[in-house]
């Protein structure tokens, strides 16, 4: 059954386009209105599919007059969620591959990585100000903190998962699996009973979001690729031994695996729900090395038990919205059990953004953004507020719940 967007009429265009104006022009020549010469104009996103299309610019005019356009409730229990006034805002621009974000609850800032230029960035909530948190980073990918607001880190370089401690040390928590090395940490959260839970697949082992294999390996067969071009003397290049897959950090330091590649295909983002009985875990696409058929752009949930056993694994959501496969990544739950989860959809125009499914997998509401989203969090003073880190760019929108526990 097609979905009708009651913000969009039957005669608007789906995909977006509209005639140029003067002043979309005029930036394509690097030229504001009010400019006397020439001058770089902030980059204008692509619209979704809103018309005329949208300017997400923080100076942008306005585009909201009650409820957003591009925060759909595709059921009618979404709308609780909705804040009218509150607009999709784009916060900043400038990455290459915008991931991880995580909310600092003391210090009122977001981090988040921006894995090929091997940084973390930090937003302050005060002012809006943008600045290098940590660099390098070792290509870091997912990011959370802990209920004792330590950092946690899934770096891609040096396939290790660690803990920034409150006195500025840092802890590895995880760089083997029975003597081999890991693949990619990917993304990592913290249970309450203090474990911590990561994903490895192997997307790290590519040279744009971290370092290839050493020669022979699965993502360096031929061993064409130098993974210490540009790299730090000493550098260790591993190669992967491993198969995907999703590992328990008992609080004692044990290291479980506890789902493999075969129940969960190339693991990635991963949350608990509210009372922290049930995990999720989405599989995403196929990775470099994979000689499967890799990830199914599914959502899967399993009951947790004491002690980290896994239990009921079950297809939570193939996310296919309209025949469009809205691949997810990164997840998180509020305070009601939602899922809300990132959304790659490619290039099909007005499905990137978040999808949003209630604790019975069913999809309730979308956020349509310009850009394919990596991941979110909940976070601002509330934690009501969700940031998007989608491709180049950082996305914020105030949401009616609260996210569930520290991120």
């Not at 005029?26 to 009010?34: D, E, H, I, P, Q």
């Not at 950092?151 to 003597?179: I, K």
């Not at 203090?194 to 390996?217: I, K, N, V």
């Not at 729900?273 to 399993?302: H, M, N, R, W």
Request: one cysteine or more; glycine letters at 12%; proline letters at 9%.
């Amino acid at each position: 059954m097609r979905q009708v967007d009651i913000n969009q009429s039957e005669s608007e265009p789906s995909c977006g386009f509209a005639p140029p104006s003067r002043r979309s022009v005029l930036a394509g020549f690097g030229l504001t209105l009010g400019s006397v010469g020439l001058a770089v104009a902030e980059p204008v996103p692509p619209s979704t599919v809103t018309n005329p299309p949208r300017d997400f610019r923080p100076s942008a005019a306005p585009t909201t007059y009650f409820t957003d356009p591009d925060v759909l409730a595709v059921d009618p229990s979404f709308a609780a969620y909705i804040v009218p006034n509150s607009a999709i805002r784009r916060l900043w621009t400038g990455a290459l591959w915008a991931e991880g974000p995580a909310w600092n609850a003391v210090g009122r800032f977001l981090v988040w990585s921006d894995i090929p230029n091997d940084r973390q960035l930090r937003w302050l909530e005060e002012d809006g100000h943008v600045s290098t948190f940590r660099a390098p980073s070792n290509n870091s990918n997912g990011n959370s903190f802990d209920r004792q607001g330590r950092q946690l880190s899934c770096e891609h370089a040096t396939r290790r998962v660690v803990r920034y401690e409150l006195d500025g040390s840092a802890t590895v928590l995880a760089d083997r699996y029975e003597g081999k090395p890991f693949n990619s940490p990917n993304d990592v959260v913290q249970h309450a009973d203090g474990s911590y839970w990561f994903t490895d697949p192997p997307y790290g082992g590519q040279l744009y979001e971290g370092l290839p294999d050493e020669a022979g390996g699965p993502s360096n067969p031929q061993g064409h690729l130098n993974p210490r071009l540009g790299q730090p003397a000493g550098v260790v290049a591993f190669r992967r031994e491993l198969p995907n897959a999703v590992y328990r950090i008992d609080p004692s330091g044990r290291i479980d695996r506890v789902l493999t590649d075969e129940q969960v295909p190339d693991p990635n983002g991963l949350c608990f729900s509210p009372d922290q009985s049930v995990l999720y875990v989405c599989s995403t696409g196929k990775g470099p090395g994979d000689t499967g058929p890799g990830g199914k752009g599914e959502i899967y949930a399993f009951n947790v038990a004491e002690g980290g056993k896994l239990s009921n694994w079950r297809l939570f959501a193939d996310c296919v919205i309209d025949g469009i496969k809205c691949g997810p990544d990164g997840l998180r739950t509020d305070v009601d059990g939602n899922v809300w989860a990132s959304s790659n959809a490619g290039r099909a125009v007005g499905y990137n953004g978040v999808t949003v499914w209630n604790p019975a997998g069913k999809l309730i509401g979308r956020i349509r953004l310009p850009e394919s989203c990596g991941n979110i969090t909940f976070g601002g003073p509330k934690r009501n507020r969700l940031f998007m880190a989608a491709s180049q760019s950082l996305y914020a929108v105030t949401v009616n719940t609260q996210g569930a526990g520290p991120a």
